[in-house]
T-cell receptor, first 115, second 114 residues
Framework: AQKVTQAQTEISVVEKEDVTLDCVYE???????LFWYKQPPSGELVFLIR??????QNEISGRYSWNFQKSTSSFNFTITASQVVDSAVYFC????????????FGKGTMLLVSP | DTEVTQTPKHLVMGMTNKKSLKCEQH?????MYWYKQKAKKPPELMFV???????INESVPSRFSPECPNSSLLNLHLHALQPEDSALYLC?????????????FGEGSWLTVV
């Protein structure tokens, strides 16, 4: 069975600080996909990124960057120069290639960015 | 803007009521999902439809009855719910099958059972 661990329950930062959200996963499969979703207070789960297990390239999208390391089974997410609008719960999730595309979620990290 | 639309956004119902949650997606996806999310918890999978057929039922009580009238619509019929069923209900869609297809979520329906 798969497992995703987000050890940080809540993080509080002041605007313009950089912040890293940790994600560690467990799976016996060699082929899988990892995701990050953002959930603001409104409730919608917003897709941020999808990364397959064969692609360990780091990715940068604006203020967001992701560091995928298979050696440590981690897929960490960094927000540079955080803003108040970044305040949300962030979920890391994993899905396997086989079967249906069902997601195994971590418990989420609540990020609070204060002005 | 999300391409998965859910209605209503908020619903308050009594334990003897019958109501429905509705979901529509405009992305041409052939898999649709219902998730339930309690406060401070991750979403939990309830049902998966693939090509309009129920593929996964995660042992959900029969007071929740899903329906997929066509490839772009998904309903969740609610009857005789309990207060503990109060939660955020999220609809989602993706291309069917494996291959790690991205699942896109709607804004959710906040359900309160009184």
């Amino acid at each position: 069975a798969q497992k995703v661990t987000q050890a940080q329950t809540e993080i509080s930062v002041v605007e313009k600080e950089d912040v890293t959200l940790d994600c560690v996963y467990e799976t016996r499969d060699t082929t899988y996909y990892l995701f990050w979703y953002k959930q603001p207070p409104s409730g919608e789960l917003v897709f941020l990124i999808r990364r397959n297990s064969f692609d360990e390239q780091n990715e940068i999208s604006g203020r967001y960057s992701w560091n995928f390391q298979k050696s440590t089974s981690s897929f960490n997410f960094t927000i540079t120069a955080s803003q108040v609008v970044d305040s949300a719960v962030y979920f890391c999730a994993l899905t396997l290639i086989s079967g249906y595309s069902t997601l195994t979620f971590g418990k989420g990290t609540m990020l609070l960015v204060s002005p | 803007d999300t391409e998965v639309t859910q209605t209503p956004k908020h619903l308050v119902m009594g334990m003897t009521n019958k109501k429905s949650l509705k979901c529509e997606q405009h992305m041409g996806h052939r898999a649709m999902y219902w998730y339930k999310q309690k406060a401070k918890k991750p979403p939990e999978l309830m049902f998966v439809y693939s090509y309009e057929k129920l593929s996964i039922n995660e042992s959900v009580p029969s007071r929740f009855s899903p329906e997929c009238p066509n490839s772009s619509l998904l309903n969740l019929h609610l009857h005789a719910l309990q207060p503990e069923d109060s939660a955020l209900y999220l609809c989602a869609s993706s291309q069917p099958g494996g291959s790690g297809n991205t699942i896109y979520f709607g804004e959710g329906s906040w359900l309160t059972v009184v």
